[in-house]
Nanobody, 121 residues
Framework: QVQLVESGGGLVQAGGSLRLSCAASGRTWSSFAMGWFRQTPGREREFVAAIRDEDTYYADSVKGRFTISRDDAQNTVYLQMNILKPEDTAVYYC????????????????WGQGTQVTVYS
């Protein structure tokens, strides 16, 4: 069993930055790939970024602006978000998967409760 708790969301002006954190519990956490997804009302939860070991994956819409990283000693995964845009406004979710299909929300085994990010212009 893995429990995930996100933090770090908030209100930020366009062009600004935020760093999201996801604290994980569970003995086998390091064996999971970790992902970040986001969701706005009426839309499907969409892939943002994922990390397994040293390999990282990004949605085209955030590539070059967002960076995912993990600290296995702290059982934490981060999402550094720079040059934020109003269209980045969403609830951001952390997720864990044993599999290798990182871009689909259907293949993740555990989810956090989400943290709101609001970007205003």
């Amino acid at each position: 069993q893995v429990q995930l708790v996100e933090s770090g969301g908030g209100l930020v002006q366009a062009g600004g930055s935020l760093r999201l954190s996801c604290a994980a519990s569970g003995r086998t956490w390091s064996s999971f790939a970790m992902g970040w997804f986001r969701q706005t009302p009426g839309r499907e939860r969409e892939f943002v970024a994922a990390i397994r070991d040293e390999d990282t994956y990004y949605a085209d819409s955030v590539k070059g602006r967002f960076t995912i990283s993990r600290d296995d000693a702290q059982n934490t995964v981060y999402l550094q978000m720079n040059i934020l845009k109003p269209e980045d406004t969403a609830v951001y979710y952390c997720a864990a998967t044993r599999g290798y299909n990182y871009r689909s929300n259907k293949y993740y085994d555990y989810w956090g409760q989400g943290t709101q990010v609001t970007v205003y212009s």
